[in-house]
């Protein structure tokens, strides 16, 4: 970046395991581990078991090792003179990992980092509090600077909205599961197969979730339903156990009364208004984007396994 000319433009896109639950391991060694009078964090809802006590120990050290390495980055930005004319944006692909995390479609899941510092600090301090997916970083960035997305049928920007706060309104954001790769080791022999076909819709007040094939797996543990007999922290998501019952082909949660998506009220008739809406809103989106799923039983897309391009093709040299 030292080489570009003053008023070059320029794309620097920086992707970093941290804090991915594979980088935990490295907490004490090259990942600082936390300070002792730090005070322990736990996700609401989640039991204070020793072992996932020091479980998000370690991801509490690797969000702040990532945060200090991303300081690094908007110094080298000021020390360039590059930060005041640069859009930086800060974000993740998929939640924390956990139960009720990452691979499901409920809040720990879906929910991602996204932090954006405006050219000159424009809109310091705001808050954007409505529905945000990550389809529409793309169209949202390339009108931030000028450029065309016509190509690009889904995920509208939303940059007006962020530079006109009067310009927002609520509108859902729709979320689907298909397949999550389920695995102890990335090999064909390994793969374990895990077609779960979810679709949900997230709205400023309630998160609607249709379960296509309930029986693929049981529900999420809930809190009630811990094993507190672990002791080692790699080990820390065997420390719930999974309930019998059968998932529900509906799920609704009410997100003002219940933030933690803890209480399904599908079956509940005083909210039998809004899961009419969000069902058909639903619907409309998926017959919109032509997903495979409107047929009962849901076909699957392709087969088991890694897919035509696993293993990778091995090039050797003479």
């Known amino acids: 970046m ?9 794309y620097l ?17 090259r990942i600082p581990g936390m300070p002792a009078h730090w005070p322990d964090w736990m996700p609401p809802g989640m039991p204070t078991t020793p072992a996932l006590l020091a479980a998000f120990r370690r991801f509490a050290a690797a969000v702040v090792f990532l945060d ?24 993740t692909d998929h939640g924390m990992s956990g139960p009720r995390g990452k691979g499901t479609l409920y809040r720990l899941g879906t929910e991602i980092a996204l932090i954006m510092r405006l050219p000159d600090s424009h809109l310091a301090g705001s808050e954007f509090k409505l529905p945000v997916s990550n389809i529409s970083f793309r169209s949202t960035l390339a009108e931030a ?3 065309s997305t016509v190509d690009h049928p889904q995920g509208a920007s939303i940059w007006s909205a962020i530079l006109n706060p009067e310009e927002r309104t609520a509108q859902p954001v729709f979320l689907e599961r298909n397949f999550h790769g389920e695995k102890p080791w990335h090999t064909e022999q390994d793969y ?12 400023d007040r309630f998160l609607y979730l249709k379960n296509f094939l309930p029986q693929a797996k049981p529900p999420e543990p809930l809190n009630e339903v811990i094993n507190t007999g672990l002791h080692s922290w790699h ?7 999974l309930p019998s019952s059968t998932r529900p082909k509906e799920e609704l949660y009410d997100l003002t009364l219940d933030p933690h998506e803890l209480k399904n009220v599908a079956d509940d008739p005083q909210y039998g208004t809004q899961l009419q809406e969000l069902r058909k809103q639903t619907s409309t ?5 032509a997903d ?8 699957r897309p392709e087969p088991p396994g890694w897919g035509p391009y696993w293993p990778p093709i091995s090039h050797k040299s003479d």
């Open 2 to 10: 030292k080489k570009l000319e003053r008023n070059q433009p320029f």
């Open 13 to 29: 896109n920086i992707a970093t395991q941290e804090p991915h639950a594979c980088t935990w391991k490295e907490v004490g060694s």
């Open 68 to 91: 200090q390495e991303f300081g690094r980055l908007m110094q080298g930005l000021k020390s360039l003179d590059l930060l005041q004319n640069t859009l930086v944006v800060f974000t």
């Open 145 to 147: 600077v000028g450029v």
């Open 192 to 203: 374990i197969d895990c077609y779960d076909p979810i679709r949900a819709a997230r709205t």
């Open 235 to 241: 080990q820390w998501e065997q420390s719930w156990q």
């Open 285 to 289: 989106w998926m017959q919109s984007t």
């Open 292 to 299: 495979f799923l409107p047929c009962d039983p849901p076909q």
